[in-house]
C-alpha cells in the first residue's frame, strides 16, 4: 500500500530517469510469499547470474502466517513458473525435492495440471523408485514448459502491440541524489499525513483500521505473533529455499528487511527481545546461504519510518530504503 503523497519517494519514480545510471524492476504483488519467489525465480535459470536481485521482506509475513494461506497462494500462482520449477535445470534436484514439497501444500493449484503435480509428488518422495519416474517424465515436462513459455511470449507480444506508450529509449538524466535533503522533505511531508496518533501510522489508515479500538491486535493474537516468529515452519522454511535458490542460481543477491513497527506493537506487549528474534533469524538465514542481507532494526522505533503496522514505508523510510538500492548497486553497501 502506498499513499499518493510518497510516491515521489518510491524506488520507481525516484531512479525512474536513472539519476545514478540505475533504474529498478519491481515485481511485487499482495500476499506474495518466499515460496512464490522461488518460483518466478527458477523461471530465470541462468539468466539470473551476476544479475542484482534485491528480496524485500515484510515482517507480517512471518507474524500473520504460519505458511501462507491457499487463497492467496493461489492468487499469484503460475503454471509456467511451477513447470520451471519442476522441470527446469537452474536448481539442484534436492532443492526442487524441498520445494516440491512446500508446494504440495497446496493441492488447489495443481488439480488441473497433472503432469506438474505428478513430477512434484516424485521429487517430494524421492528414492530411486521415484526419482526414476520423476526422470521418466521429464521429456514431457520439457515439452509442457515450452507450450506455457510461448503463451506466455505471446501474451506479452499482443499486450505490447496494444500499448502506444512505450518508449524503448527511456530518458537518462544524471543527477546528484542530495540525501539529507530528500529526508528533510520526506519526514516534512509525512508529519502532515500522521498527526492523529503517537505510533507514526498514516492518518487515514488509523480512523478505518485502529482509531477507538484500543486493543486491535487482542490476546490471542499476541500469542500467535510469538508463536510464528518462533516456529520453524512455513515462511521460514520458504525463506530458507529462497535463499539456497538465489546462491545456486548466482544472482547477486541482497535480502533486505523491513522493521516492524515497535512503536505499535510495543504497546501491545510484544516487546524488544521478541521482535529481536525475528531480526536475528532474517540475518541468520542470509549467513546460513552466504547472501548478503540488510536490515534497519534501527529503525524499529522509528514511528515515521512506516505508514502502518503492517511494514509499508512512509517517504521517510522509502529514502532509507532507496539509499540502500543505490549503495547496493555501486558497491558501496
Known sequence: MTRRYAKPFEAGSLFRDYPTGFNVFPIAKLQNGCLLILQKLSALGGEARGRKVVISLSPGWFFERVKADAESYAGNFSPLHASELAFGGGLSLELRSAAARRMLDYPGTLGRRPLTRFALEQLAAGGAWRTGLYWACLPLGWVQTLVLRLQDHWEMLALLRQRTDLDPDPPRLAATLDWPALLDEAEADYAAHSASNPFGIDDQTWRLNFEGRPDAL????RFWLRKRLLHDGGEWTDLDLLLRGL??????????????????????????AARKVYYDRVRAAAARQAIASFDFEDHDTDSHFGMDPW??????????????????YHGRL
Do not use: C, Q
Open 218 to 221: 487482542g490476546d490471542d493474537t
Open 247 to 272: 546462491r545456486e542460481l548466482g544472482a547477486h543477491a541482497l535480502l533486505v528487511s523491513l522493521p516492524i513497527n515497535g512503536a505499535y506493537f510495543e504497546s501491545h506487549d510484544l516487546d524488544r
Open 311 to 328: 511494514a509499508h514505508l512512509s517517504p521517510k523510510g522509502w529514502v532509507f530504503y532507496d539509499r540502500a538500492l543505490d549503495d547496493f
